[in-house]
């Protein structure tokens, strides 16, 4: 073991309570019931009866309705998740006031006043978990985990150890680290550096590459002396070996926000709605994010307060490690909000108050916000937009492009329906989806395209200069010079400009879908350019210029 | 922070913040930039965030797409509603971002007019520029109106506008295409006179433009250029497998 530089007196001692599948509860579905949440296509949470049967976190949606094809899949809505744990949240208040929460399903509390009261951390523990799941309307009693220990990094890994083994042995019992840095550390050393990815919330990279180079256990990263791990790994490494040791796991230059840095608005008209609310919230947010952009910094720990006319109150802390950027902050407002709002009780009056606290800021260093390649904010707010449109109108009506290829001005992209594919830069598959083959289509018409492709093609007919329909024969030959044309049994019009055939044999290979054609383009005399194709001697108008 | 004190000093306490906190807005960001041949459209040289732009006539199609170009271009997502037929290979020649274009499919609408009205605001929550095909009640076009102010999105029409009220708009009367004889050439560009008229306007605007330009995109109508200095860069149609064309007769 190495030298032991780091002490723990200063890690507060907290409670982590975890629900690793809270959306599938928040969606009400039953745990003998197999059912998955799904987002961005991956399954984010399922029901111990899917578990059962081999549905596993992070995997795609065709592996988890193949492992399991009776999976009932649920969409992905944080809103709901948020909105539903506000119950639980509000019902854990009762004994702890100042608990904070890191995301629908996870809540952080210090240990040490509420163990007092209920004589020990263990029966403090079991009384948690009894509220939270005495919240859960669906009355089962789910997966949940409760752990006890020095700091949030190591009563976070307890939770999880908590939470594998209520599920085996389906009760809930907290795991409990015992104080102190060689406990702590005894607890740490066996288990594998993937929590680090996991509960830590470090990059797959670097616990791939701690898995590479032959250290698999937390206790073998603590064992190298801290300098060598900063020289060879940087500061992410050294932060990793900090707490895999048990020592401060809070982020780098994480400070606690001056006491005079706050946003507010009070309403004179009390706010019954909640969507003027989280416009005022974005509003906030906005400034407050700008507020401390404008010092280098960016808020991890957030106070959020609302207070209606007759003095009722919700106030939350929300915890993000490495910062919230503006759309989070507003996110979570809605999530505090909306389950306030709905809450069984009811609000007797409307808001007049709402206030934004940072409780704690840090240094950003750019993990939040990237650069070249990562989301932006636009890129952040449209594909929410998405996910609730898809939500409203199902995923199969919302639609993107993709690329096909072809000769047909149709059939270069085509639309696929967004829970095909995964929105936004950095998902790697947009360059997938997008781009186009390196050569050119043979055959293809040049630009510029046709900007009205027509689903349906429009019935025509071409008149030569006589009255008679143009035909073209097999070798490509027109019976007649093309005077005029006449669509979907209209008045003809007369043709200004003209040029083809180009002849087009596509798949000619394939008895089912081989296509035989000519292309035109037209201009006629009012103006209009269109793409007209001929096949089995009938006209047909595919496209508008 | 103290709360009592009357509603007047309260407000006073606040309007001594708001230099402090308020948001401060740039002329820039709230304009939307637009491809530059177009800009002689827009005083503002660009679209103002929160208004609604009419394109009417026969181009409707093609100058919606050249005026959500600039945007697309330079990071704004962009939401189609209502438009099945558009041309997507066009869209990218003319310069749009199909990474963030997102269409809801017409099946929606079958769902009725208010859920349909949601997914409209929804959109307008969520992204930049949306390009619809209108028709829908007067109240619910003005409740997407307010809700396209307070979002500063920019609303695109298609067609007849409806119950909208436009900021701008656009009039696309039918231009004259280069390129295409009698059984010879191929539509190489269209030359289009677009004038803008509104009440942001104090009297029309009109712009001279290739549209679409020789590679699809848009571009100044430049005096002088004639199609001769064109031909060298058009390029053949390769004929798949072509067995020979010929004009009988």
Known sequence: MGRDTTGTADLPRLVVVQCPDWSVVAAGAAPDEPAAVLHANRVVARTPAAAVTGVRHGQRRREAQRTCPELRIIAHDPARDGREFEAAVRSVTEMVPRLEITQPGLLTFPAKGPARYFGGEHAMGLRVAELITASITTAHTWMLGIGIGDGRFTAGVAAADSAVHSARRSDQQPTIVDPGVRATRAFLAPLSVGTLRDVGGLSAELVDLLHRLGLHTLGGLAALPATDVLARFGASGAFAHRIASGGDDRPPGTATAPPDLLVMRTFDDPVRMLDPLVFTAKQLAEELHALLAANGRVCTRLAVLAETEHGERSEHLWYKPHGLSATAIVERVRWQLDGWIRSPAGLTGGVVLLRLTPDEVRSDDGSQLGFWGERTEADEWAVRAVSRVAGLVGEQQVLVPAWRGGRLPGDTYQWVSVDRVELGPGSGSVDERLSAADVPWQGQLPAPSPATVLDEPLPAEVYGATGDVVRVNGRGLLSAVPDSVSIQGKQPTAITAWAGPWPLDERWWDPERHRRLARFQLTTERGTAMLAVVENQQWWITAVY | ?249
């Open chain 2, 1 to 249: 922070m103290k709360r009592d004190g009357s509603l007047h000093e309260r407000r006073e306490r606040l309007s001594k913040l708001v230099p402090k906190i308020g948001p401060v807005t740039f002329a820039r960001d709230r304009v939307l930039p637009v491809e530059p041949a177009l800009e002689p459209l827009f005083p503002e040289a660009g679209l103002i965030r929160g208004s609604v732009i009419g394109c009417q006539g026969a181009t409707a199609m093609s100058v919606a797409l050249a005026l959500v170009a600039g945007p697309s271009a330079a990071g704004s997502w962009l939401a189609v509603v209502g438009v099945p037929s558009l041309g997507l290979r066009a869209a990218s020649e003319v310069g749009i971002a199909l990474e963030r274009l997102v269409m809801v499919a017409d099946q929606a609408r079958d769902l009725g007019e208010e859920p349909w009205a949601n997914v409209i605001s929804a959109l307008i929550d969520g992204f930049d520029v949306i390009v619809l095909r209108a028709d829908v009640r007067a109240g619910i076009a003005r409740r997407l109106q307010s809700r396209l102010q307070n979002r500063g999105a920019v609303l695109v029409l298609v067609g007849d506008p409806g119950p909208f009220s436009c900021d701008v708009v656009i009039n696309c009367r039918q231009g004259e295409w280069e390129g295409l004889g009698h059984g010879s050439g191929r539509l190489v560009r269209r030359r289009l006179v677009l004038s803008a008229s509104g009440r942001r306007l104090p009297r029309e605007r009109r712009v001279d433009v290739w549209l679409p330009g020789a590679s699809g995109s848009i571009e100044p109508v430049v005096a002088g250029a004639g199609l001769d200095e064109l031909s060298t860069m058009t390029p053949t149609i390769e004929p798949d497998r072509a067995p020979g064309i010929a004009l009988a007769g």
